[in-house]
């Protein structure tokens, strides 16, 4: 079935299809001839280093002095590098798109896109002595690696990637007369070694030999010495080229052998790059960059001439080589078999039926059906087919059609699953726009698979290409806050008016629907800027108080710190700032700040009250807070047993703090104090031991009675206003204990109790004195007889005071009693009464 699409530029090295696409045209400067100038192309779509080539005779406009123009794919020049260094030896990308430039004295020099320098070491002090003839910047599995050979033929090796900053030291070649024409790196597993061309050998260096081995006659054909040596990108194949324009190919261990090609050239290559296949399954050609043309030799042998201008340059990719020339930029790749199955001439794969029959079906043609029928059984296969093959397709037309077909194909599957469909919709957009020329990011699905969206979105935010990393994100499904983040810092370096700068930062991420935003970080970075006016307005935007709080602190917004910290509610986060804050200020000021936040002087004085006394006294008389200093002094006085000697100073704090019932109280305390002691001496030397320090005014009036001394218990009485009741309770419980029953007596009768006499009842009681119970059970009021009576267990009297008093509930509650207990005589004298009493009614 002949169908002729999209098919122009491919071409055939037996087994194998190869096709040759544009990608787009780069729009160079006008000053820039590529012809004289030494270009170094970044992988994946990546910048261009480019800058004049001292071995060609050019005449010079301007400066004498070198200078590193870069480029993106488009040919829109990022940034200028002046060089003010050394000799420029060699200059190269690594996988983090920073261009490496390498001078004779050893000295590495690290630059970004735009050309702001980032870091330099050396190579060695050795290194640096012999100078450097040559330097290779390669890839290897641990990261982007630096080889540079010295004059004197000794090869160093360093990665930038590891911590390691000392270069390693490959053996020694082998000695000769002879110099080395060509080298390169190889990577294998974690070793990197290299490979030198000398005269008709190759030779080897390995990490951790004594000397570089020797291979010899691997090209069968007369030559005389070896010029150039490629490895393919995935290190697995090796290309040697001849003065004889003799092309070898094979494994990279020189093992196998592919083929050898006669080129039938005279002329040096300036080139020679491996193109790797699209399913990663190795690489089966070459291509090889002349002056003005380039020659394809696959494994059989089998060539492909292409003409082109003077200047040709090779970027070795994952999935072909790309070819950059002054008025073109294309790829070579070896064809995916699924765009080879759908476009191939006279081919019966099921997906080309369905594109066929698609085509036929928007034609309005019957035969839409009969390419269908050829394909129905294995539909499924072909709309899988034709999804994949759009990936592999840079012509947005091709792409839509294959899409389309898929479309189509898929309304003939029972319950198809679209997912591949979508993504596939999705992962094209995305690509189209990297392919844009405004963005110069030309990539294949295969790289853009490799590297992850992730990573090509943070290379499209050092672009600056926010705007564009947003959508991409959006449509992905991918976080975007964090290229929000890049944008804003890039606004907080290079916009000055802070206003302005806070006003789009507030509009950008007042979305809802962004996650993740830190307004702190931002703040961050404003501060790193000297721009702290900016660094307090982000802050106030940022409603997470533990992060505000670190930066205030650093920018000696000690004020706003406490307050962010209190308003948060976080007790152990404000007590930590205190903590901080009081180391950085004077203690006065530290104490003015904290007194206008109620929880933090709170928590301060609960922190101080554990570690440091002292400090929550200054703090308490900062505030003139006398009812604290006082019960600071008095905690203290406890603590230290001089409470007598304190009291003074923690009545007059109370007086000074308008405690005048506490500074009273102080006052008495201090009076008994001393009394207790004038007490405890005098009574020691006449009754022993007798300890009145500390006791009550209660218990040293109870003291004085047990000791019999009248006189000073009254003195105390007074001179302490105690009450007349508490006075004569104090009397009648002293004689009670000692059994001075007429003391007692004489007593009760000295002057009406201010008691009652219930007290003195209670107290006989107490020593079962019935006796004198009675008497004062007699005293006391009327309606309270018969409750003492019984209490004293005289259940008769009890019976009679009831009756006299017409006491129902009395008489049936000794009723009860009576019954109990079984006292006949007085359970019938009791009903007697209750039945009298209950006549009179």
């Keep these: 079935m002949p169908i002729m699409y999209n098919t122009g530029d491919w071409f055939t090295l037996q087994p194998n299809t190869y096709r040759k696409f544009d990608l787009h045209t780069p729009d160079w400067p006008i000053d820039l ?48 590098i002046w060089w003010n260094h050394g000799k420029l030896i060699s200059m190269g990308w690594s996988d983090m798109e920073e261009l490496i430039c390498v001078q004779d004295d050893a000295l590495v020099f690290i630059y970004d896109i735009f050309g702001q320098e980032k870091e330099s070491y050396s190579m060695g002090q050795e290194a640096s002595l012999t100078k450097i003839l040559d330097a290779k910047i390669f890839q290897s599995s641990t990261g982007t690696g630096v080889a540079v050979m010295t004059t004197n033929g000794r090869i160093f090796l360093k990665h930038n990637n590891t911590k390691d900053f000392r270069s390693r030291l490959l053996p020694e070649m082998p000695k000769s007369s002879a110099e ?66 003799i092309l070898w190919m094979g494994s990279v261990d020189m093992k196998e052998k592919y083929c050898e090609f006669d080129t039938g050239r005279k002329d040096i290559p300036k080139q020679i790059e491996w193109i790797m296949n699209a399913d990663k399954t190795g690489s089966d050609a070459v291509v090889i960059a002349y002056t003005s043309f380039l020659l394809v030799v696959n494994r059989n042998g089998d060539k492909n001439l292409f003409t082109y201008d003077n200047a040709i340059y090779l970027v070795s990719e994952m999935d072909g080589v790309r070819i950059l020339t002054h008025n073109s930029h294309e790829m070579v790749q070896k064809l995916p078999k699924c765009v080879q199955n759908i476009f191939a001439i006279n081919s019966q794969e099921p997906s080309s039926f369905l594109f066929e029959a698609q085509k036929k079906f928007q034609e309005k043609s019957y035969r839409a059906d009969e390419y269908l029928s050829l394909c129905r059984d294995r539909v499924d296969a072909a709309v899988d087919e034709c999804i994949e093959a759009a990936g592999y397709e840079f012509c947005t037309t091709t792409q839509k059609s294959l899409m389309r077909t898929s479309y189509f194909g898929k309304g003939f599957i029972a319950s198809h699953n679209p997912d591949k469909h979508v993504q596939m919709l999705r992962i094209l957009r995305v690509l189209n726009t990297l392919r844009h020329p405004r963005i110069a990011m030309p990539l294949t699905i295969k790289q853009f698979q490799h590297l992850k969206p992730e990573v090509i979105l943070a290379r499209l935010v050092f672009r600056k290409h926010y705007a564009i990393a947003i959508q991409i994100a959006k449509h992905l499904k991918l976080p975007e806050s964090w290229i929000l983040e890049h944008w804003a810092f890039h606004k907080v370096m290079n916009d000055k008016n802070d206003n302005e700068v806070a006003r789009k930062i507030t509009e950008k991420f007042k979305n809802p629907s962004i996650e993740g935003i830190s307004f702190c970080n931002i703040a961050e970075k404003a501060y790193a800027a000297g721009r702290d006016e900016l660094a307090i307005k982000l802050l106030e935007l940022e409603p997470r108080a533990f992060l505000q709080i670190p930066l205030l602190l650093k920018l000696g917004k000690y004020d706003r710190a406490v307050q962010s910290a209190t308003q948060s509610g976080d007790t152990e986060l404000v007590a930590s700032i205190l903590i901080e804050i009081k180391k950085k ?9 904290i007194r206008e936040y109620p929880m933090a002087l ?140 007429d003391d007692l007596e004489k007593f009760s009768k000295s ?68 019954n109990t207990t079984g006292n006949r005589q007085l359970l019938e004298k009791i009903n007697t009464y209750i039945a009298v009493l209950a006549s009179k009614k």
């Design 180 to 245: 080395c024409t060509c080298w390169e790196l190889v990577t294998e597993d974690r070793n990197s070694y290299c490979l030198l061309g000398r005269d008709r050998e190759i030779i080897k260096l390995f990490p951790g030999e004594s000397l570089g081995s020797i291979t010899r006659n691997l090209i069968d054909k007369s030559f005389e010495r070896i010029l150039l040596i490629a490895v393919s990108y995935d290190h697995q194949n090796l290309a040697l080229y001849t003065n004889t324009g």
């Design 602 to 741: 709170n928590i301060y004085k609960k922190i101080m009250n554990e570690w440091s006394r002292t400090a929550l006294y200054d703090i308490y008389n900062t505030e003139d807070d006398h009812k604290s200093i006082a019960e600071y002094h008095f905690k203290n006085a406890l603590e230290s047993d001089s409470l007598e000697s304190n009291l003074p100073i923690i009545a007059n704090s109370y007086t000074q703090g308008r405690r005048n019932v506490e500074a009273e109280l102080c006052s008495d305390t201090n009076k008994l104090m001393k009394l207790q002691k004038a007490l405890t001496n005098k009574y020691t030397s006449i009754y022993g031991n007798i300890p009145f320090y500390r006791l009550s005014v209660h218990s040293t009036i109870e003291k004085l009675l047990e000791l019999g001394e009248m006189k000073e218990a009254e003195k105390v009485k007074n001179d302490f206003k105690v009450p007349e009741r508490r006075f004569w309770w104090l009397r009648i419980i002293s004689l009670s204990n000692k059994y001075k029953w």
């Design 751 to 818: 002057k009406k109790s201010p008691i009652g006499y219930e007290p003195f009842v209670e107290v006989c009681l107490k020593q079962n004195n019935l006796t004198e119970a009675r008497k004062y059970i007699l005293k006391c009021r009327e309606d309270r007889k018969s409750y003492w009576y019984i209490r004293a267990g005289l259940y008769d009297e009890a019976a009679d005071t009831a009756y006299d008093q017409k006491d129902f509930n009395t008489l049936y509650m000794l009723q009860q009693k009576a």
């Design 33 to 80: 001839d590529l012809e004289y100038m030494k270009v170094v192309c970044a992988p994946y779509g990546g910048p261009i280093a480019v800058t004049r080539d001292p071995q060609q005779i050019v005449p010079i406009k301007g400066t004498a002095k070198p200078v590193i123009r870069i480029f993106d794919t488009a040919g829109q020049e990022l940034s200028k």
């Design 585 to 593: 200020m004077m203690l006065t000021n530290f104490h003015m700040i």
